[in-house]
């Protein structure tokens, strides 16, 4: 049975928890929005599909290839640094703290 107030959204909410818990994630993902596009796809086209091969969570894979535009990508790191710098957890940031850019990377991965 679902939960009816289960955040639409706990998948991100989660990718973002993993990554500000991890320096190496954190730096990933910094070096990712350093590389230019081609190198960026082809590198998150790779993961993506070893992730598929992997049998990965299908929620975790569609992340890793919504990361692959860079507005998106920007926006995940400035909302991980945003939470990073909080010292709390997403979720509590969330309810807590200026969730501008959340709300800029909710509307990137709507679209």
């Given at each position: 049975?679902?939960?009816?107030?289960?955040?639409?959204?706990?998948?991100?909410?989660?990718?973002?928890?993993?990554?500000v818990d991890s320096d190496?994630?954190?730096?990933?993902?910094?070096?990712?929005?350093?590389?230019?596009?081609?190198?960026?796809?082809?590198?998150?086209?790779?993961?993506?599909?070893?992730?598929?091969?992997?049998?990965?969570?299908?929620?975790?894979?569609?992340?890793?290839?919504?990361?692959?535009?860079?507005?998106?990508?920007?926006?995940?790191?400035?909302?991980?640094?945003?939470?990073?710098?909080?010292?709390?957890?997403?979720?509590?940031?969330?309810k807590k703290c200026n969730?501008?850019?959340?709300?800029?990377?909710i509307s990137l991965l709507?679209?």
């Amino acid at each position: 049975m679902e939960i009816l107030n289960k955040n639409p959204y706990q998948n991100v909410i989660d990718f973002i928890d993993v990554a500000v818990d991890s320096d190496e994630m954190m730096n990933w993902l910094i070096d990712l929005e350093k590389l230019p596009n081609n190198l960026r796809n082809d590198h998150l086209n790779r993961m993506s599909r070893k992730m598929t091969e992997s049998r990965e969570p299908e929620k975790i894979i569609d992340i890793v290839k919504s990361i692959n535009n860079p507005k998106v990508l920007s926006a995940v790191n400035l909302v991980i640094q945003d939470v990073y710098d909080s010292g709390i957890r997403t979720k509590k940031y969330l309810k807590k703290c200026n969730n501008d850019n959340f709300n800029v990377l909710i509307s990137l991965l709507a679209t």
